[in-house]
């Protein structure tokens, strides 16, 4: 009866000791004697010790550093870049079985891709199409990554340090291309001008009139300005002069 008890109780603790519970976002690949027994969804499971053995596998995103390194671009520039990639477990059996330790396998052909894939683009290419970049990044890393069992959904570039020197070149670039911008909006600013100014003048050849209107309406402008000096234009005194003329022609006609 003792012995029955003491058996009862040993089962009893070895069945406690074999509970194991996995998350919701974990799951178990379990191998019964060395070979593959399964996979095991979140919730109570039971782990038969010392015949069978669980590796617990995290289905939730990774977040993983490239850390910084040296590329040369296509056009001979050394730049150093770092980026940022998230990956997931899709097949937990591949990615315990197919290689030792995924997250290291993943970092190791992450760096040598961004090395080889930036690369192939200079230095103007890097700076205005990162988002195709990214993208072909992630599509090499993924091939590589598929057969271990786990999917890289993303690839972002997040820092590209320039050397001083070119630095100070692509400040002088873009100084230089405002100035050429500045300098083509004043020409086009002169050319509408003096389009506008020649319709005026052969309105005015036109219409006689409308210039003595606009000397008159220049010395009112000049005397609101409270001067004590008028200046007439030439033009405007022979005008003058003409109408004195003819005021004394009526003059001696009558």
Not at 48 to 75: A, E, H, N, Y
Not at 90 to 115: C, F, G, H, L, M
Not at 123 to 129: E, K, M, T
């Amino acid at each position: 009866m003792g012995f029955i008890s003491i058996l009862i109780f040993l089962v009893i603790i070895y069945a406690f000791v074999s509970i194991r519970v996995l998350k919701q976002y974990e799951r178990g690949v379990v191998f019964l004697l060395g070979r593959f027994g399964g996979v095991r969804g979140p919730g109570l499971t039971l782990i038969f010790v010392p015949f069978q053995t669980m590796t617990r596998v995290s289905l939730r995103t990774v977040t993983m550093q490239i850390p910084s390194q040296k590329i040369i671009t296509k056009d001979n520039v050394s730049i150093d870049i770092a980026a940022v990639a998230y990956y997931h477990v899709t097949d937990p059996e591949k990615a315990v079985i197919a290689i030792e330790n995924v997250y290291n396998a993943i970092n190791q052909i992450s760096q040598t891709t961004v090395r080889n894939v930036v690369g192939r683009f200079s230095l103007d290419q890097l700076l205005s199409d990162t988002a195709s970049i990214n993208e072909q990044i992630k599509n090499v890393i993924d091939l590589h990554t598929e057969p271990w069992g786990a999917q890289v959904t993303a690839v972002e570039i997040k820092d590209i340090t320039l050397p001083d020197n070119m630095q100070r070149a692509m400040a002088k670039e873009a100084e230089a291309e405002r100035e050429r911008r500045a300098k083509i909006v004043a020409a086009e600013g002169e050319y509408q001008a003096a389009v506008k100014l020649g319709e005026a003048a052969d309105i005015i050849t036109q219409h006689p009139v409308a210039l003595q209107l606009r000397t008159l309406q220049t010395m009112a402008e000049i005397a609101t300005e409270k001067n004590s000096t008028i200046i007439f234009p030439a033009q405007f005194m022979t005008t003058v002069q003409e109408a004195l003329t003819m005021l004394g022609k009526d003059s001696a006609t009558k």
